[in-house]
Protein backbone atom coordinates (compact mmCIF):
# COMPACT_ATOMS: atom_id res chain seq x y z
CA UNK A 1 0.00 0.00 0.00
CA UNK A 2 1.41 3.48 -0.96
CA UNK A 3 1.40 6.34 1.75
CA UNK A 4 1.87 9.77 1.35
CA UNK A 5 4.57 11.95 1.11
CA UNK A 6 3.11 15.16 2.61
CA UNK A 7 0.86 15.73 5.21
CA UNK A 8 -0.75 19.18 5.83
CA UNK A 9 -3.38 20.75 7.98
CA UNK A 10 -4.91 23.83 6.78
CA UNK A 11 -7.07 26.56 9.07
CA UNK A 12 -9.86 26.93 6.88
CA UNK A 13 -11.17 25.37 3.63
CA UNK A 14 -9.97 27.96 1.03
CA UNK A 15 -6.84 27.64 2.13
CA UNK A 16 -6.66 24.39 2.12
CA UNK A 17 -7.00 24.21 -1.69
CA UNK A 18 -5.02 26.95 -2.25
CA UNK A 19 -1.78 24.84 -0.47
CA UNK A 20 -3.30 21.84 -2.43
CA UNK A 21 -3.29 23.93 -5.57
CA UNK A 22 0.69 24.54 -5.25
CA UNK A 23 1.44 20.92 -4.88
CA UNK A 24 -0.23 19.88 -7.54
CA UNK A 25 1.55 22.26 -9.44
CA UNK A 26 4.90 20.70 -8.04
CA UNK A 27 3.62 17.26 -9.65
CA UNK A 28 2.15 15.79 -6.67
CA UNK A 29 -1.27 14.19 -6.68
CA UNK A 30 -3.09 15.78 -4.17
CA UNK A 31 -6.53 14.72 -2.07
CA UNK A 32 -7.98 17.14 0.11
CA UNK A 33 -10.27 15.74 3.27
CA UNK A 34 -12.68 18.41 4.64
CA UNK A 35 -12.33 17.40 8.29
CA UNK A 36 -10.57 14.81 9.77
CA UNK A 37 -11.71 11.07 7.85
CA UNK A 38 -12.26 8.37 10.42
CA UNK A 39 -9.59 5.99 12.08
CA UNK A 40 -9.07 3.22 9.14
CA UNK A 41 -9.78 5.19 6.42
CA UNK A 42 -6.54 5.20 3.73
CA UNK A 43 -6.44 7.31 0.82
CA UNK A 44 -3.81 7.24 -2.29
CA UNK A 45 -2.26 10.48 -2.96
CA UNK A 46 1.28 11.62 -2.87
CA UNK A 47 0.03 15.30 -0.59
CA UNK A 48 -3.16 14.69 1.57
CA UNK A 49 -4.15 18.04 2.84
CA UNK A 50 -7.04 18.45 5.77
CA UNK A 51 -9.17 21.41 5.83
CA UNK A 52 -10.37 22.43 9.17
CA UNK A 53 -12.26 25.28 9.98
CA UNK A 54 -9.85 26.35 12.99
CA UNK A 55 -8.89 29.36 11.79
CA UNK A 56 -11.52 32.19 14.57
CA UNK A 57 -12.00 28.99 16.88
CA UNK A 58 -11.00 29.44 20.15
CA UNK A 59 -7.11 28.43 20.92
CA UNK A 60 -7.71 25.16 22.38
CA UNK A 61 -10.36 23.96 20.26
CA UNK A 62 -8.18 24.95 17.13
CA UNK A 63 -5.31 22.79 18.69
CA UNK A 64 -7.16 19.84 19.49
CA UNK A 65 -8.88 19.63 15.83
CA UNK A 66 -4.87 20.08 14.59
CA UNK A 67 -3.68 17.40 16.73
CA UNK A 68 -6.50 15.08 15.62
CA UNK A 69 -5.06 16.34 12.15
CA UNK A 70 -2.05 15.29 13.03
CA UNK A 71 -3.14 12.17 14.14
CA UNK A 72 -4.45 10.81 11.38
CA UNK A 73 -1.82 12.07 8.57
CA UNK A 74 0.71 10.48 11.03
CA UNK A 75 -1.35 6.60 10.74
CA UNK A 76 -0.97 7.72 6.43
CA UNK A 77 2.46 7.39 6.79
CA UNK A 78 3.23 11.24 5.76
CA UNK A 79 6.77 11.63 6.27
CA UNK A 80 6.71 15.66 6.81
CA UNK A 81 4.02 17.85 7.86
CA UNK A 82 2.82 21.45 7.11
CA UNK A 83 0.65 23.92 9.05
CA UNK A 84 -1.10 26.33 6.45
CA UNK A 85 -2.47 29.73 7.60
CA UNK A 86 -3.25 32.47 5.39
CA UNK A 87 -1.00 34.95 3.78
CA UNK A 88 -2.58 37.50 6.03
CA UNK A 89 -1.35 35.64 8.78
CA UNK A 90 -5.24 35.59 9.50
CA UNK A 91 -4.76 35.58 13.95
CA UNK A 92 -5.54 37.55 16.95
CA UNK A 93 -2.93 38.09 19.97
CA UNK A 94 -4.55 35.03 21.23
CA UNK A 95 -3.77 32.76 18.25
CA UNK A 96 -4.47 30.44 16.68
CA UNK A 97 -1.51 30.49 14.46
CA UNK A 98 1.38 30.50 17.61
CA UNK A 99 -0.71 27.75 19.34
CA UNK A 100 -1.33 25.14 16.95
CA UNK A 101 2.49 25.54 15.68
CA UNK A 102 3.52 25.22 19.43
CA UNK A 103 1.05 22.16 19.55
CA UNK A 104 2.25 20.56 16.60
CA UNK A 105 5.62 20.71 17.46
CA UNK A 106 5.38 19.11 20.46
CA UNK A 107 3.27 16.09 19.23
CA UNK A 108 6.13 15.46 17.03
CA UNK A 109 8.85 16.20 19.46
CA UNK A 110 10.70 18.65 17.83
CA UNK A 111 12.35 21.81 18.24
CA UNK A 112 11.90 23.90 15.50
CA UNK A 113 10.34 25.55 12.63
CA UNK A 114 9.66 28.07 10.49
CA UNK A 115 6.61 30.70 9.92
CA UNK A 116 5.77 32.29 5.91
CA UNK A 117 3.17 32.98 4.82
CA UNK A 118 4.51 35.02 2.02
CA UNK A 119 2.67 34.81 -1.29
CA UNK A 120 4.73 37.28 -3.66
CA UNK A 121 2.51 36.02 -6.84
CA UNK A 122 -0.54 37.53 -4.87
CA UNK A 123 1.30 40.38 -3.49
CA UNK A 124 2.18 38.78 0.07
CA UNK A 125 5.72 39.38 0.90
CA UNK A 126 7.26 39.70 4.42
CA UNK A 127 10.76 42.01 4.35
CA UNK A 128 12.50 42.38 8.02
CA UNK A 129 10.05 40.47 9.15
CA UNK A 130 6.79 42.78 8.39
CA UNK A 131 4.39 41.79 5.77
CA UNK A 132 3.25 43.51 2.94
CA UNK A 133 -0.33 42.84 0.64
CA UNK A 134 0.78 44.74 -2.80
CA UNK A 135 2.83 48.07 -2.10
CA UNK A 136 1.29 48.37 1.31
CA UNK A 137 2.04 47.49 4.98
CA UNK A 138 -0.34 44.41 6.18
CA UNK A 139 -2.07 47.13 8.66
CA UNK A 140 -3.09 49.72 5.34
CA UNK A 141 -4.23 46.84 3.53
CA UNK A 142 -7.77 46.64 4.18
CA UNK A 143 -7.22 43.44 6.95
CA UNK A 144 -7.17 45.89 9.90
CA UNK A 145 -10.84 46.17 8.77
CA UNK A 146 -11.24 42.45 9.04
CA UNK A 147 -14.59 41.87 10.86
CA UNK A 148 -13.24 38.66 12.84
CA UNK A 149 -9.06 39.12 12.73
CA UNK A 150 -8.18 42.47 12.28
CA UNK A 151 -4.52 42.41 11.70
CA UNK A 152 -3.28 46.31 12.53
CA UNK A 153 0.57 45.21 13.37
CA UNK A 154 2.59 44.41 10.03
CA UNK A 155 5.44 42.94 11.86
CA UNK A 156 5.26 39.46 12.05
CA UNK A 157 7.81 38.45 14.85
CA UNK A 158 5.93 40.66 17.05
CA UNK A 159 2.82 39.39 16.33
CA UNK A 160 3.60 35.71 16.70
CA UNK A 161 5.31 36.64 19.77
CA UNK A 162 2.37 37.57 21.25
CA UNK A 163 0.43 34.10 20.73
CA UNK A 164 3.46 31.92 21.96
CA UNK A 165 5.76 31.29 24.81
CA UNK A 166 8.24 30.41 23.08
CA UNK A 167 11.16 32.51 21.63
CA UNK A 168 10.17 33.91 18.14
CA UNK A 169 12.94 34.86 15.66
CA UNK A 170 13.87 36.00 12.30
CA UNK A 171 15.39 34.69 9.12
CA UNK A 172 16.34 38.07 7.49
CA UNK A 173 16.03 38.38 3.58
CA UNK A 174 19.79 38.56 2.96
CA UNK A 175 20.29 35.28 4.32
CA UNK A 176 17.23 34.20 2.42
CA UNK A 177 18.79 35.71 -0.80
CA UNK A 178 22.15 33.49 -0.44
CA UNK A 179 20.60 30.34 -1.04
CA UNK A 180 19.37 27.27 1.09
CA UNK A 181 22.62 26.39 2.72
CA UNK A 182 22.98 29.38 4.12
CA UNK A 183 19.00 29.50 5.50
CA UNK A 184 20.22 25.92 7.21
CA UNK A 185 22.95 27.36 8.64
CA UNK A 186 21.07 30.59 10.28
CA UNK A 187 18.29 28.06 11.60
CA UNK A 188 20.76 26.39 13.13
CA UNK A 189 21.91 29.64 14.70
CA UNK A 190 18.83 30.00 15.95
CA UNK A 191 18.50 27.14 17.61
CA UNK A 192 21.40 27.48 19.81
CA UNK A 193 20.11 30.39 20.65
CA UNK A 194 16.53 28.58 22.32
CA UNK A 195 14.20 30.06 19.32
CA UNK A 196 11.54 27.63 18.25
CA UNK A 197 9.26 29.48 16.11
CA UNK A 198 11.26 31.79 13.36
CA UNK A 199 9.58 34.12 10.84
CA UNK A 200 11.60 33.96 7.14
CA UNK A 201 11.71 37.11 4.91
CA UNK A 202 10.66 36.22 1.32
CA UNK A 203 9.93 38.70 -1.71
CA UNK A 204 10.48 36.52 -4.66
CA UNK A 205 9.61 32.77 -5.59
CA UNK A 206 13.21 32.38 -5.86
CA UNK A 207 12.81 32.75 -1.88
CA UNK A 208 10.47 30.32 -1.56
CA UNK A 209 12.26 27.79 -3.61
CA UNK A 210 15.31 28.24 -1.42
CA UNK A 211 13.29 28.49 1.74
CA UNK A 212 11.55 24.61 0.89
CA UNK A 213 14.89 23.47 0.20
CA UNK A 214 16.34 24.77 3.22
CA UNK A 215 13.27 22.66 5.38
CA UNK A 216 14.00 19.52 3.67
CA UNK A 217 14.76 18.07 6.84
CA UNK A 218 11.89 19.63 9.14
CA UNK A 219 9.54 17.56 10.54
CA UNK A 220 7.15 20.71 10.59
CA UNK A 221 6.94 23.19 8.08
CA UNK A 222 4.20 26.38 8.46
CA UNK A 223 3.58 29.40 6.34
CA UNK A 224 1.11 30.07 3.95
CA UNK A 225 0.78 28.31 0.85
CA UNK A 226 3.46 29.67 -1.20
CA UNK A 227 6.60 28.06 0.38
CA UNK A 228 5.18 24.58 -1.07
CA UNK A 229 6.16 25.47 -3.79
CA UNK A 230 9.28 24.49 -2.87
CA UNK A 231 8.61 21.39 -1.40
CA UNK A 232 8.06 18.78 -3.51
CA UNK A 233 11.59 19.27 -5.23
CA UNK A 234 12.76 17.68 -2.07
CA UNK A 235 10.73 14.43 -2.58
CA UNK A 236 11.80 14.39 -6.21
CA UNK A 237 15.82 14.93 -5.15
CA UNK A 238 15.30 11.66 -2.78
CA UNK A 239 13.86 9.95 -5.15
CA UNK A 240 10.60 9.50 -3.64
CA UNK A 241 8.12 10.95 -5.72
CA UNK A 242 7.52 10.44 -10.08
CA UNK A 243 6.75 13.96 -11.51
CA UNK A 244 3.43 13.57 -12.17
CA UNK A 245 2.47 15.38 -15.35
CA UNK A 246 -1.33 14.55 -15.35
CA UNK A 247 -1.46 15.80 -11.50
CA UNK A 248 -4.28 18.73 -12.09
CA UNK A 249 -6.44 16.26 -14.50
CA UNK A 250 -10.20 15.96 -13.72
CA UNK A 251 -13.35 14.59 -15.87
CA UNK A 252 -15.50 16.81 -16.89
CA UNK A 253 -18.85 17.78 -14.62
CA UNK A 254 -22.01 18.10 -16.66
CA UNK A 255 -25.03 20.40 -14.83
CA UNK A 256 -26.20 23.96 -14.00
CA UNK A 257 -23.67 26.54 -12.06
CA UNK A 258 -24.25 28.84 -8.79
CA UNK A 259 -21.81 31.76 -7.84
CA UNK A 260 -21.95 32.18 -3.51
CA UNK A 261 -19.87 34.86 -2.34
CA UNK A 262 -20.30 35.23 1.55
CA UNK A 263 -16.61 37.04 1.94
CA UNK A 264 -16.66 40.87 2.41
CA UNK A 265 -12.80 41.71 1.45
CA UNK A 266 -12.01 44.24 -1.19
CA UNK A 267 -10.92 41.51 -4.10
CA UNK A 268 -14.49 39.54 -3.36
CA UNK A 269 -16.13 43.17 -3.48
CA UNK A 270 -14.75 43.96 -6.64
CA UNK A 271 -15.68 40.54 -8.28
CA UNK A 272 -19.26 40.86 -7.00
CA UNK A 273 -19.67 44.94 -8.05
CA UNK A 274 -18.41 43.55 -11.99
CA UNK A 275 -20.72 40.75 -12.14
CA UNK A 276 -24.07 42.35 -10.94
CA UNK A 277 -22.90 45.19 -13.70
CA UNK A 278 -24.45 42.34 -16.28
CA UNK A 279 -25.53 39.32 -14.64
CA UNK A 280 -28.48 38.63 -12.81
CA UNK A 281 -27.70 38.43 -8.61
CA UNK A 282 -29.20 38.47 -5.27
CA UNK A 283 -28.28 39.80 -1.90
CA UNK A 284 -28.84 38.11 1.29
CA UNK A 285 -29.35 40.94 4.05
CA UNK A 286 -28.29 39.50 7.61
CA UNK A 287 -30.80 42.01 8.82
CA UNK A 288 -33.48 40.59 7.31
CA UNK A 289 -32.41 37.21 8.30
CA UNK A 290 -32.22 37.92 11.74
CA UNK A 291 -35.87 39.02 11.55
CA UNK A 292 -36.93 35.60 10.61
CA UNK A 293 -38.03 37.00 7.23
CA UNK A 294 -38.18 33.96 4.00
CA UNK A 295 -35.02 35.21 2.50
CA UNK A 296 -33.00 31.68 1.73
CA UNK A 297 -36.32 30.75 0.14
CA UNK A 298 -36.19 34.10 -2.20
CA UNK A 299 -33.10 33.59 -3.32
CA UNK A 300 -33.71 29.73 -4.04
CA UNK A 301 -36.54 30.92 -6.14
CA UNK A 302 -34.75 33.74 -7.27
CA UNK A 303 -31.97 31.39 -8.61
CA UNK A 304 -34.55 28.55 -9.85
CA UNK A 305 -35.84 31.06 -12.44
CA UNK A 306 -32.85 31.88 -13.95
CA UNK A 307 -31.74 28.36 -14.25
CA UNK A 308 -34.62 27.34 -15.78
CA UNK A 309 -33.45 30.34 -18.50
CA UNK A 310 -29.65 28.89 -18.78
CA UNK A 311 -28.57 31.20 -16.79
CA UNK A 312 -26.22 31.32 -13.85
CA UNK A 313 -26.94 33.53 -10.83
CA UNK A 314 -24.69 34.66 -8.15
CA UNK A 315 -25.81 34.85 -4.36
CA UNK A 316 -24.05 36.96 -2.26
CA UNK A 317 -23.81 38.83 1.43
CA UNK A 318 -20.71 40.83 0.55
CA UNK A 319 -20.60 44.29 2.33
CA UNK A 320 -18.97 47.06 2.03
CA UNK A 321 -16.86 47.71 5.83
CA UNK A 322 -19.09 50.26 6.93
CA UNK A 323 -22.21 48.40 6.14
CA UNK A 324 -20.65 45.57 7.78
CA UNK A 325 -19.30 46.99 11.21
CA UNK A 326 -23.06 48.53 11.29
CA UNK A 327 -24.21 45.29 10.62
CA UNK A 328 -22.17 43.38 13.81
CA UNK A 329 -23.16 46.65 15.57
CA UNK A 330 -27.00 45.22 15.62
CA UNK A 331 -26.54 41.54 15.76
CA UNK A 332 -22.96 40.88 17.50
CA UNK A 333 -19.87 39.74 14.95
CA UNK A 334 -20.55 35.63 15.37
CA UNK A 335 -24.50 35.98 15.13
CA UNK A 336 -23.87 38.12 11.79
CA UNK A 337 -21.38 36.00 10.39
CA UNK A 338 -23.16 32.33 11.32
CA UNK A 339 -26.72 33.87 10.07
CA UNK A 340 -24.78 34.71 6.45
CA UNK A 341 -23.14 31.10 6.44
CA UNK A 342 -26.32 29.08 7.36
CA UNK A 343 -28.35 30.76 4.59
CA UNK A 344 -25.88 30.46 2.14
CA UNK A 345 -25.42 26.70 2.95
CA UNK A 346 -29.08 25.91 2.99
CA UNK A 347 -29.06 27.49 -0.94
CA UNK A 348 -26.24 25.61 -1.73
CA UNK A 349 -28.11 22.62 -0.47
CA UNK A 350 -31.35 23.23 -2.25
CA UNK A 351 -29.92 24.44 -5.82
CA UNK A 352 -27.81 20.78 -5.64
CA UNK A 353 -31.18 19.09 -4.83
CA UNK A 354 -32.66 20.63 -8.71
CA UNK A 355 -29.36 19.93 -10.70
CA UNK A 356 -26.62 22.58 -9.70
CA UNK A 357 -23.00 20.57 -9.88
CA UNK A 358 -21.00 23.47 -10.04
CA UNK A 359 -20.69 25.33 -7.25
CA UNK A 360 -18.39 28.55 -7.14
CA UNK A 361 -17.75 29.65 -3.61
CA UNK A 362 -16.24 32.98 -2.21
CA UNK A 363 -14.69 33.14 1.33
CA UNK A 364 -13.29 30.49 3.58
CA UNK A 365 -15.53 30.89 6.10
CA UNK A 366 -18.93 31.03 3.56
CA UNK A 367 -16.54 27.61 1.68
CA UNK A 368 -16.19 25.76 4.57
CA UNK A 369 -20.29 26.04 5.17
CA UNK A 370 -21.20 25.40 1.43
CA UNK A 371 -18.97 22.16 1.39
CA UNK A 372 -20.23 20.43 4.50
CA UNK A 373 -24.12 21.10 3.60
CA UNK A 374 -22.95 19.62 0.22
CA UNK A 375 -21.77 16.35 1.93
CA UNK A 376 -18.61 16.86 0.68
CA UNK A 377 -15.78 15.13 2.34
CA UNK A 378 -12.95 14.65 0.01
CA UNK A 379 -11.64 16.61 -2.88
CA UNK A 380 -9.37 15.91 -6.07
CA UNK A 381 -7.31 18.92 -6.98
CA UNK A 382 -7.46 20.28 -10.61
CA UNK A 383 -5.87 23.27 -12.68
CA UNK A 384 -5.36 26.57 -11.51
CA UNK A 385 -7.96 29.56 -12.08
CA UNK A 386 -6.37 31.87 -10.83
CA UNK A 387 -2.70 32.23 -8.14
CA UNK A 388 -3.76 30.35 -4.96
CA UNK A 389 -7.67 28.60 -6.49
CA UNK A 390 -7.85 25.52 -8.48
CA UNK A 391 -10.93 23.62 -9.88
CA UNK A 392 -11.79 21.25 -7.38
CA UNK A 393 -13.69 17.86 -7.88
CA UNK A 394 -15.46 15.87 -5.08
CA UNK A 395 -15.08 12.01 -5.03
CA UNK A 396 -17.94 9.96 -4.65
CA UNK A 397 -21.14 11.00 -6.22
CA UNK A 398 -23.62 13.41 -5.53
CA UNK A 399 -26.98 12.84 -6.87
CA UNK A 400 -25.23 10.49 -9.10
CA UNK A 401 -22.57 12.34 -10.31
CA UNK A 402 -19.51 14.44 -8.52
CA UNK A 403 -19.33 17.81 -8.24
CA UNK A 404 -17.15 20.72 -9.75
CA UNK A 405 -15.77 23.32 -6.93
CA UNK A 406 -13.78 26.17 -6.84
CA UNK A 407 -13.26 28.20 -3.25
CA UNK A 408 -11.82 31.24 -3.25
CA UNK A 409 -10.35 32.63 -0.31
CA UNK A 410 -11.85 36.25 -0.03
CA UNK A 411 -8.52 38.43 -0.79
CA UNK A 412 -7.87 36.27 -3.91
CA UNK A 413 -8.68 36.51 -7.80
CA UNK A 414 -8.88 39.01 -10.12
CA UNK A 415 -12.34 40.97 -11.05
CA UNK A 416 -13.42 38.53 -13.43
CA UNK A 417 -13.07 35.93 -11.17
CA UNK A 418 -16.29 34.05 -11.09
CA UNK A 419 -16.61 33.70 -15.18
CA UNK A 420 -12.80 32.75 -15.36
CA UNK A 421 -13.99 29.81 -12.85
CA UNK A 422 -17.28 29.13 -14.63
CA UNK A 423 -15.12 28.66 -17.89
CA UNK A 424 -12.45 26.47 -15.86
CA UNK A 425 -15.32 24.18 -14.94
Same mark, same amino acid.
Given at each position: ??????????????????????????????????????????????????????????????????????????????????????????????????????????????????????????????????????????????????????????????????????????????????????????????????????????????????????????????????????????????????? /?????? =?????? #?? +? &??? @??? !?? $??????????????????????????????????????????????????????????????????????????????? /?????? =?????? #?? +? &??? @??? !?? $?????????????????????????????????????????????????????????
Amino acid at each position: MAHALLGCIADDFTGATDLANMLVRGGMRTVQTIGVPAAGIHIEADALVVALKSRTAPAEEAVRQSLEALNWLRSQGCRQFYFKYCSTFDSTDKGNIGPVAEALLDALGEDFTIACPAFPENGRTIYRGNLFVGEVLLNESGMENHPLTPMTDPNLVRVLQRQTKSKVGLIRFDTVAKGAEAIRARIDELKEEGIRLAIADALCDADLYALGKACRDLALVTGGSGIALGLPQNFHSADLLVY /SGDAAD =LPKVDG #KA +V &VLA @GSA !SK $ATNAQVAQWRASKPSFRVDPIALSRGEAVVESAFEFAQRHLSKGETVLVYATSSPDEIKAVQKDLGVETAGHLVETALA /SIARRL =LDVGVR #KF +V &VAG @GET !SG $AVVQALNVQTLRIGQQIDPGVPVTQSIGAHHGAPLALALKSGNFGTTDFFAKALKAM
